[in-house]
């Protein structure tokens, strides 16, 4: 049976994958690994796994195919160079790093290796955003999140939040862009707002980030002659067209990491590592996110945006 680690046990991992981890067990021999004696005693009592191991160096002893990192992003090239040169395939949260040409030094180490590296980018997985993306050609794309009133350094969010606004909207063009805007906006360190502009020769998708919206909210758009079409908080479809509007929800069953787009990743990654599939996330278009989102805090630096 195919055997995968889970490095780092933290909120990220708990919420959003151990429990899809868990329905996976028929398939998968998963290891989990933290140097937290009770938190591993308490993870495999609720899941019901059974392989363990105390640090990475343990973890690639027992010959995993793959590991997922969920480790804080400054510990996450140090992890991946290390798994990618004992030639284990990696999967590991976004950011890959907060430094874009070492994104990029990564996917050349993981392509030489012949391994996969995919970066977590889970809404483009997200089934309704799925559908969105299939609406082709895309003319206008808005994605856009907001937060009610939330303080963070431009650093961080730059790096947290705005990977998946910009992923979602590079996924949803369809098109490597050829001229891009950036914007921020911050008041004593502090982000307020983040844009990008994307264009193509035939399109252009807006990228925006508000952290003092007054509600909390994410939509996701495409525009073309078919009609407007819209993804509301990864749980609402609508299309509006010829004057009339449609609109699909998700059966009250559906669990909610299937809707999120985190169930479908991982069964992704899992056929791609079984040699079913390519990578699921390419490296061109997560390289690319970085980069945006490394200009965009390029951008706040020469404007002394930053603390």
Not at 97 to 124: C, D, I, M, P, W
Not at 296 to 307: P, S
Request: overall charge positive; aromatic content about 8%; hydrophobic content about 45%.
């Amino acid at each position: 049976m195919l055997k995968i680690g889970v490095l780092g046990l933290g909120n990220i991992a708990q919420k959003a994958y151990l429990p899809v981890m868990a329905q996976l067990q028929d398939q998968v021999d998963w290891v989990l690994c933290t140097r937290n004696v009770a938190k591993l005693k308490n993870l495999q009592q609720k899941f019901g796994f059974a392989h363990t191991a105390a640090d990475l160096d343990a973890l690639l002893a027992q010959q995993p195919t793959a590991i997922f990192i969920h480790t804080p992003t400054p510990t996450h090239a140090t992890y991946i160079e290390k798994c990618l040169r004992a030639g284990v395939h990696v999967y590991v949260d976004k950011p890959v790093s907060a430094n874009a040409a070492e994104v990029k030094r990564l996917y050349q180490l993981a392509a030489q290796q012949g391994l996969l590296l995919t970066a977590g980018f889970n809404r483009r997985f997200a089934p309704l955003n799925a559908k969105l993306q299939q609406r082709q050609p895309a003319q206008i794309v808005l994605v856009q999140k907001n937060r009610v009133a939330t303080a963070q350094p431009v650093p961080f969010v730059l790096f947290d939040l705005m990977p998946h606004v910009v992923d979602t909207a590079l996924f949803l063009l369809g098109q490597t862009p050829t001229h891009y805007h950036y914007r921020v906006l911050a008041q004593d360190g502090l982000l307020q707002q983040a844009s990008v502009v994307l264009e193509t020769p035939t399109a252009t998708a807006y990228a925006l980030l508000n952290m003092q919206a007054g509600a909390n909210s994410e939509t996701a758009e495409l525009q073309n002659p078919q009609g407007i079409a819209q993804v509301t908080n990864l749980a609402t479809y609508s299309v509006q067209a010829n004057g009339v509007t449609t609109q699909q929800v998700f059966p009250d069953w559906t669990p909610n990491l299937e809707r999120r787009g985190f169930a479908p990743l991982i069964r992704a990654f899992i056929a791609a590592v079984q040699g079913q599939q390519v990578n699921p996330v390419s490296p061109a278009s997560s390289i690319l996110t970085h980069e945006v989102c490394q200009n965009l805090l390029v951008y706040a630096q020469k404007n002394k945006l930053t603390k």
